[in-house]
């Protein structure tokens, strides 16, 4: 079946510039996370979504980040006045549930975002 | 908070050698550990997912442990090859719901 997709797979903008960051989960998925991985680094935890609402938004680095999940299925990352520290690669995921036992992650390509 | 270290950050082996990668965390309140490879410019593959209450997953010449009380895990690969040449990760699942990663561990198989 088909696994998590992220669109774009690839974005430039300039500094200053609002971007959207979209995930399709795997269908069936009511978990959504987003993560971001900066050059040379491991992914960090930005958010999660559990259905429509957001579970734990903690990892939101300030408040020009957002992320909404309107129907429970799609999701979009928001970055406003986006500056050259947010270029990195944005990783969505998707699991059954949130929740325990856990479950599994399963992970998009990723969009390379690149603020100059 | 969590905090994942991987030794080594980068590593390059000739074609066949066995070989070791390291994970160490700080909580040793974890459900799961998970290791994943990362080729350039791509997401994350999931190779293998060690529970809290198991000791180690194996798959093909892939071997993982996990020593839960102590706060390690290690990726063993066997016979490695240029096409295990990738980025590995390891990734551990606390009371929270994200994952935690490490930095990763860079791999070169050469020819």
């Known amino acids: 079946g088909a696994g998590v997709s992220q669109t774009p797979s690839n974005k430039v903008t300039e500094k200053g510039k609002y971007v959207e960051l979209r995930c399709d989960p795997i269908?069936?998925?009511?978990?959504l996370y987003w993560y971001r991985q900066s050059l040379g680094q491991g992914p960090e935890f930005l958010i999660y979504f559990q259905g429509t609402g957001a579970a734990d938004d903690s990892g939101l680095p300030n408040d020009r980040f957002f992320a909404v999940r309107p129907e429970g299925s799609v999701s979009t990352l928001k970055i406003q006045r986006t500056e050259r520290g947010d270029s990195a690669v944005y990783l969505c995921?998707?699991?059954?549930?949130?929740?325990?036992?856990?479950?599994?992650?399963?992970f998009g390509p990723g969009t390379r975002l690149t603020v100059t | 908070k969590q905090e994942v270290t991987q030794i080594p950050a980068a590593l390059s082996v000739p074609e066949g050698e066995n070989l070791v990668l390291n994970c160490s965390f700080t909580?040793?309140?974890?459900?799961?550990l998970q290791w994943f490879r990362q080729d350039p410019g791509k997401g994350l593959t999931s190779l293998l997912l060690?529970?809290?209450?198991?000791r180690e997953q194996t798959s093909g010449r892939l071997n993982a442990s996990l020593d839960k009380s102590s706060g390690r895990s290690t990726l063993y690969i066997a016979a490695s090859q240029p096409g295990d040449s990738a980025t590995y990760l390891c990734a551990v699942r606390g009371a929270g719901n994200m994952l935690t990663f490490g930095g990763g561990t860079r791999l070169m198989v050469k020819p």
């Open positions: 995921a998707s699991s059954l549930k949130a929740g325990f036992p856990p479950y599994e992650q399963y």
């Open positions: 269908s069936g998925h009511t978990a």
């Open positions: 909580d040793s309140a974890i459900y799961n």
């Open positions: 060690i529970q809290s209450s198991q």
